[in-house]
Nanobody
Framework: QVQLLESGGGLVQAGGSLRLSCEAS????????MGWYRQAPGKQRELVAV????????YADSVQGRFIISRDNADANMVHLQMNNLKPEDTAVYYC?????????????WGQGTQVTVSS
């Protein structure tokens, strides 16, 4: 089992910044992709940004150039999402995700979610 602990959500004005962090613990697979998804009220959960074990990253078009996902320098099982120039449409619950590669029978893991609210 893998546990994901998220931190860093909150309320910010448009144009501001927030940093989310996610730390994995437990039986962490060597090869994996970790990242962030978000879900706004009435909408489906969507990918925000992910980072693969080798360091390759992938971003949603809507956050490209504003958000940066990175792995912690001291803890390879912790990832950060630096969110800059936030917009009201970024308001959502943000979920940390860990997906083993290959995914296997245990499936993928989700954090409990952290609220990000951007006021106009």
């Amino acid at each position: 089992q893998v546990q994901l602990l998220e931190s860093g959500g909150g309320l910010v004005q448009a144009g501001g910044s927030l940093r989310l962090s996610c730390e994995a613990s437990g039986s962490i697979p060597m090869r994996k992709v970790m990242g962030w998804y978000r879900q706004a009220p009435g909408k489906q959960r969507e990918l925000v940004a992910v980072i693969f074990t080798g360091g390759v990253t992938n971003y949603a078009d809507s956050v490209q150039g504003r958000f940066i996902i990175s792995r912690d320098n001291a803890d390879a099982n912790m990832v950060h999402l630096q969110m800059n120039n936030l917009k009201p449409e970024d308001t959502a619950v943000y979920y940390c995700n860990l997906r083993p590669i290959p995914i296997g029978a245990q499936g993928e893991y989700w954090g409990q979610g952290t609220q990000v609210t951007v006021s106009s």
